[in-house]
């Protein structure tokens, strides 16, 4: 997944030429546009590039360019001598086979140069250059990926060379249609005029025109086979000279002129129309001084943002300098991303479903999505209580129906009125849960709830002590002023230590603690209780607070044993996973799916939820879908002779068959990333040898426990981090890394100690042309990676935020 910045430079007009299949003119066409644009009266320079060429040397497009095409600067950048496709003509090549990012890089390397050149020399309206692929849309490239998706990253705008062919209507559609799913910009679509043979521009004209993508027809070209080749060369002469003139053509060259100029004026003033008419999420419009805080996304690709600074590029007068630059997303597009930006797979199973059902409601019905992703989502949480699976739009709406489960069940058992008294749920301090009003008030007041008018907050929230990483050792933290109740900090010489309760055992301090607090409101308090709700392992939103995976086991058992209704005699269910003292609800929209490692963190606490929710890397990051999964014993609660008695929750969107079958696709990649070279080799500088591999140990759930607790973040960096003379802790797992600076002040989430190290990260733009994107939560700041992240990413991501650490500008 490359990171070179999307190709768009004030000066140049690169266009990348596309044709629907082989052999339908994309090389005849190039030449006429480059020979119009070399003539036009503002003094165009113009380049043509060949970025892999297959086939004999006196065959290549290059050679016919500077035939037919004097003054235009041509250049391939991969030569392969067998007339095949690119992909076989690299593997029979006695040299190795480019990667995708180095057949990128180079491209973009070679046109940023042209940008470069043309700035320089003497031109009013800068260059035009053309990129021609080779083939159709799909074929592979040399590594085998489809050219769609191997120049995706640089996402040129495209002249689409339709099919003239018989059979060309429908490989011309079928050609648009593949670049729109990939998220490419169809400047124009070009086609021969056969002469009255197919007409096949007399379909695909109007047929585009109703789609908003402009077709132009071309001169048909002179039929030149069998001719001596003096006589040939004389033809194509006279027809490019000619036709290089004709009105289409110059309508072609004043439409792909006019399309640069409004996408380059729409990214000047997005930042300014979005101040006048967006309301941002948790952002205080206030301190919002001018458009140049605003950030421009054009498009994203993988790991990366393409991005235009405002407050570089609308006062930059350098027009070789490009308008976008590749920003890593550093919070994984708020923690949905997992299978990179733009994924083709999960654009394609969108497509598909779009296309299969469009909505269909779900109440009484079903449909294939939903029944096989519930069936993978119980199977996959390998939790014998769960095993229904209710679906909603997003995480807040999720918890929300996690809440009335749990206390409908809860009520019911012990004869309690949820509507006249007061019932609370437990949870842990920090901790929250969405921004709908019920999953508000089942955190404790905070900066994100605390002036919503009808908040209430209602139950308790226990205090923790939190794992972190300080001078290079792992440590179990009580907090300040609580050190009576959990004792000194422990010190643990590995991250797997800490999830090691067999020779960690119990803890008798955690156990007296949480009892000691449970007798006090329950029985000297007379407080009411319906559930207990966590975030596995990591507090996201509160802060990225990585509990003692410990001391949530012990609140598991000890909320499971526990008397919460004296008046209902205590009896052990016939069934045991039916839950006992309260429903247990495990928040796993953050920390699950992967996340932290694993399909479901609940498995690093070695625990088992009557309900789980789960959303966001659901659908790969691509749609909006949520779950809640229940134990029967949950779902017994809701049976009744009335309608009353059901739980009466729902959206029109209830598992929308669009996002159950984009969910299907991304499980199935994900599972499959899992078992990987790349994760492994992730795995491989957390987990000692003897514990990555061999027999899965039969008390081991899930066979992800296997491989322990790890991180894609290295060890050696994250050591550094911890040393580092701004930093107080660090912690990493999985996909999260979250670096908690020191702070004088001791200001906590409004802290601003961490904003000044976002801004270097984002605004500090590298040699390479990179800057990375991430959010702060008080004095912590947290970086991201998605599923796919590559290791060469992660490093250069790690390498810019020890660099801007060590700023005193940011000090």
């Not at 040397?57 to 037919?68: A, F, G, H, N, T």
Request: charged residues 25%.
């Amino acid at each position: 997944m490359s990171r070179v910045p999307g190709a768009l430079w004030r000066n140049l007009l690169a266009i990348q030429v596309y044709g629907a299949n082989t052999g339908v003119g994309k090389t005849v066409a190039s030449t006429l546009l480059a020979k119009h644009f070399a003539q036009r009266p503002e003094k165009w320079k113009v380049s043509y590039t060949k970025p892999v060429s297959t086939g004999p040397e006196d065959e290549e497009d290059e050679r016919y360019l500077r035939r037919y095409a004097s003054g235009v600067a041509v250049s391939t950048l991969f030569k392969y001598d067998e007339a095949v496709s690119p992909h076989l003509a690299a593997a029979r090549s006695r040299r190795s086979i480019p990667s995708d990012d180095k057949v990128i890089q180079a491209l973009y390397s070679h046109l940023q140069e042209d940008a470069r050149l043309f700035s320089e020399q003497s031109s009013k309206r800068g260059g035009f250059t053309m990129v021609e692929t080779a083939g159709g849309v799909l074929s592979p490239g040399p590594s085998g990926t489809p050219q769609a998706d191997l120049y995706r990253p640089l996402r040129l705008p495209v002249l689409l060379v339709g099919d003239h062919r018989l059979g060309g209507i429908s490989s011309t559609i079928s050609a648009v249609e593949s670049l729109l799913l990939r998220g490419y910009d169809i400047d124009a679509v070009v086609c021969f005029d056969d002469k009255g043979k197919y007409e096949n521009f007399g379909y695909l004209g109007p047929y585009f025109e109703k789609q908003q993508i402009p077709a132009f027809r071309l001169p048909w070209i002179p039929d030149v086979e069998g001719r001596p080749i003096e006589e040939e060369r004389a033809m194509m002469r006279e027809y490019y000279d000619r036709s290089c003139t004709h009105s289409e053509v110059a309508r072609t060259a004043e439409e792909l002129l006019n399309r640069r100029d409004k996408r380059l004026d729409n990214l000047n003033s997005m930042a300014h129309r979005t101040r006048k008419t967006i309301w941002h999420p948790f952002t205080q419009h206030k301190s919002i001084k001018n458009d140049e805080e605003i950030l421009v996304f054009d498009s994203a690709y993988g790991d990366y943002f393409q991005a235009k600074h405002t407050s570089k590029s609308s006062t930059s007068k350098d027009t070789n300098e490009p308008v976008l630059h590749p920003a890593f997303d550093g919070s994984a597009s708020w923690w949905t991303q997992g299978l990179g930006h733009g994924n083709p797979k999960l654009s394609l199973a969108a497509a598909y479903a779009a296309g299969r059902y469009g909505h269909v409601m779900f109440a009484g019905a079903t449909h294939d999505p939903a029944l096989t992703l519930a069936e993978s989502l119980i199977e996959g949480v390998q939790n014998p209580r769960l095993t229904k699976v209710f679906y909603s739009d997003n995480g807040s709406t999720a918890v929300e129906v996690g809440i009335k489960m749990a206390l409908r069940a809860a009520c019911k058992r012990y004869g309690w009125d949820g509507s006249t008294e007061e019932i609370g749920v437990i949870g842990l301090k920090g901790s929250y849960h969405g921004d709908t009003i019920g999953a508000m008030d089942a955190s404790e007041p905070c900066v994100y709830n605390k002036k919503v008018d009808w908040y209430r907050g209602r139950g308790y929230w226990f205090d923790f002590p939190s794992v972190k990483m300080r001078e290079g050792k792992w440590i179990v933290e009580a907090p300040a002023g609580m050190e009576e109740q959990f004792g000194p900090a422990k010190q643990f010489g590995d991250l797997n230590e800490i999830f090691d309760f067999d020779v960690r055992g119990s803890s008798q301090q955690y156990k007296n603690y949480i009892r000691e607090t449970l007798d006090r409101l329950v029985k000297t308090e007379g407080k009411k209780f319906g559930a207990l709700m966590m975030e596995p392992l990591i507090l996201g939103a509160g802060g990225m607070l990585f509990v003692d995976p410990l001391f949530q086991r012990t609140l598991v058992e000890i909320v499971r044993s526990y008397t919460f209704s004296p008046a209902t005699p205590t009896s052990t269910p016939a069934d045991p996973h039916s839950w006992t003292g309260l429903p247990i609800l495990f928040d796993e929209v953050f920390t699950g799916l992967y996340r932290l490692g694993r399909f479901t963190a609940a498995s690093f606490l070695r625990t088992q939820p009557d309900i789980s929710v789960n959303a966001k890397l659901l659908t790969g990051g691509l749609l909006p879908l949520s779950v809640t999964l229940a134990s029967d014993s949950i779902f017994a609660a809701f049976l009744g002779d009335e309608k009353a008695d059901a739980l009466l929750h729902g959206h029109s969107y209830t598992a929308h068959p669009i996002g159950c079958h984009v969910a299907n696709t991304s499980l199935t990649a994900l599972e499959r990333l899992s078992k990987g070279e790349t994760w492994a080799q992730y795995r491989s500088s957390w987990v000692p040898a003897s514990s990555a591999g061999g027999e899965v140990d039969s008390a081991l759930r899930n066979q992800d426990e296997r491989f322990g607790a790890w991180s894609m973040w290295t060890k050696s960096t994250v050591t550094r981090l911890s040393h580092h003379r701004r930093v107080d802790s660090v912690i990493a797992l999985g996909s999260v890394l979250a670096v908690a600076l020191k702070d004088e002040e001791g200001a906590g989430y409004t802290s601003n100690a961490a904003i000044g190290l976002r801004d270097a990260l984002l605004n500090d733009i590298g040699e390479d042309g990179m800057s990375i994107h991430s959010r702060v939560l008080g004095n912590v700041l947290y970086l991201m990676a998605s599923m796919t992240t590559e290791p060469v990413h992660l490093t250069a991501v790690e390498k810019a935020l020890l660099e801007k650490l060590n700023k005193a500008s940011v000090a």
